[in-house]
């Protein structure tokens, strides 16, 4: 069942709304989040060329694991196992210090300075 087919009242009152275009939905975006910076979208070729050289070998990579480990326990355990081997192996993946995690907690067990201005 559609949104608008659930919760639309009629032409007017719709209850969702669709950009007609890239354009158009660059410009309400825009509206009505002025503070949101748009990138620009890549071109086919940019986006083929990153594919290419970035996603292509960690996912051949991950689907030659995934044929050696032969994951068969339920019927979506391929997947699963895929997603934690790509989450695992992500080389975008941000890395956390521990010695900055117990850091972070120690200063908030500190007193807060309270200034004149507060």
């Not at 559609?2 to 939905?25: C, F, P, W």
């Not at 480990?69 to 192996?89: F, G, I, Q, T």
Request: charged share 25%; proline share 8%; with cysteine.
């Amino acid at each position: 069942m559609r949104i608008r087919a659930l919760y639309g009242t009629d032409g007017r009152m719709n209850a969702v709304h669709g950009s007609d275009t890239v354009k158009e939905a660059e410009w309400e975006i825009k509206f009505f989040f002025p503070t949101v910076i748009l990138e620009p979208y890549p071109s086919s070729q940019d986006a083929a060329s990153y594919f290419k050289e970035h996603v292509q070998p960690l996912l051949l990579k991950g689907l030659t694991a995934l044929a050696k480990a032969k994951p068969a326990s339920e019927p979506n355990a391929a997947v699963r196992w895929l997603a934690h081997w790509l989450h695992d192996h992500n080389p975008r993946l941000p890395l956390v210090c521990i010695c900055v995690e117990k850091q972070f907690e120690a200063l908030k067990e500190m007193p807060i300075k309270k200034f004149p201005f507060y």
